[in-house]
RNA sequence: GACCCCAUCGUCUAGCCUGGUUAGGACAAGAGCUUUUCAAGCUCUCGACACGGGUUCAAAUCCCGUUGGGGUCACCA
């Protein structure tokens, strides 16, 4: 049986390669029907922090990379102590004050990469002898790594590519324990715009921040699959549950790939427009609250209308409260092109009107908005523009936006009137 | 520096294994359509096999080298 796993370390958030790292493993073990491990790598418990933990725990549950085993290597150290005094006693290792260290002997070890066709190969004169237990008793790394691969039978070991010189300095030390050399599948690292690392410079890193900015799960799952694989038929977006009946390690790429943040926002614009309007709410609500937006005052209806408006035309969550701000507030503030739009002119007559003929409307529908509206530009003899652009101002506070007879559809025959009555001098 | 990995449009990639394609798609960019704005959508355009040698009738594809990029060289993980 295929038993996988992800050992991040909580001395960071999880961020965008570990998060792909952590994808491959979990899809790996849901394609072969295996297991998927999470191993909590916090051997250093001076760095490790239970922020740290409580993100990256976080982190995969959002993204939906459900676990089926848990285990941190500090309650293990008992273990780890146990092989490496086994070592001692074989004289593999050696002592040097409380430190146990391991000899490393001179051979060439052949590694074969379940991504690459030729085996990569390391000279182990190369290496120093490893520190199996540090002088605080603690496990080095690469030894909590590889009793913990060995005894929760870890068969295939996918990770990142930064690991490879690691490899080598394992491979001796299952030799030495007498366990079984499990497959290696290296992933390429994700580089940031600039080469090199993806780093806090080059933009967002944690996959804590991308969930912030307004980005779906789905999304950035997507996106981070086809950062390194590629479901062929030129197909970009793929749900997850067909990835999971055509997914192979073995088809990984092994070229590293930029971040491109472009192509990730596109990705995302594609599943808000598919979304369910209500289920798109469900994740809109928390971020407009946040922006102050009183959200709760208003009727289901009325908030599934305006997410029917926008869902076309935001490509993040985030972009939501900005634009639609004016359907939740009574005392719009008006963007200085908006203002310029009002000043223009004094619209006092053309409003008053305007206002006249969708009080007689029978129905208060975007169609009969519109043809009302468009019968009064063509009575007034001027280009629908002209009363569009000035109307939206009024309306939004803004100059860009939905179409504005849709928006007033939704935004109501009272509001309109309130906020057109405030341009009409000496009022209605 | 030593060791290791990698190399197709600006970016992500298909094609490579099993040589023969007008080297395909997506994002971005540019143009147009639509139009009340901004988007979206649709149509079109731009744009790549890093270089040099082999092997072969034929090389993006196989081999070698060069160059370039990246990674690792901790009692961090």
Redesign the pocket.
Known sequence: MVRVRF???P?GNLHIGGGRTALFNWLYARAKGGKFVLRI????VA?SKKEYLDEILNSLSWLGLTWDELYY?SQRFEIYKEYAQKLLAQGLAYQ??P?IIFKVQPEKIRINDLI???P????TA?I?DQ?LI???L?P???FACVIDDALMNITHIIRG??????TPKQIVLYQALGFPIPEFA?L??I?GTE???LSKRTGATAISDYRAMGYLPQALVNYLL?????P?E?Q?LIAISEVIKKFDIK?A??????F?L??L??IN??YI?KAAPQELWEMLKPLCLEKGLQVNNFDSNYLLSIVKLFQ??I?TLADFPEYSDFFFIEEIVLTSEAKKRLDAKDYSREFKLLLERLDGLEHFDCLSI?NSFRLLVSELNIK??EL??PV?SALTGK????????LMEVLGKKRIEARLTKYIKGGV
């Open positions: 050992a991040p370390s001395t790598e916090d051997t250093d760095r290597q040097e004050g430190a690459r066709q030729e990569i190969e390391f000279d190369l120093k520190v540090k002088s605080d603690s080095t790394y690469n590519d930064d690991h490879i010189s690691n290296h390429p690292l580089l080469g090199g690392r086809l950062l390194g694989w590629s062929g030129n970009e088809d790429n092994k070229t590293a790939a930029t491109d472009e192509k926002r596109w614009a594609q427009k076309e035309r490509s519109e629908a523009g569009v652009h939206r100059t860009i936006g939905p179409g504005l007879f849709e």
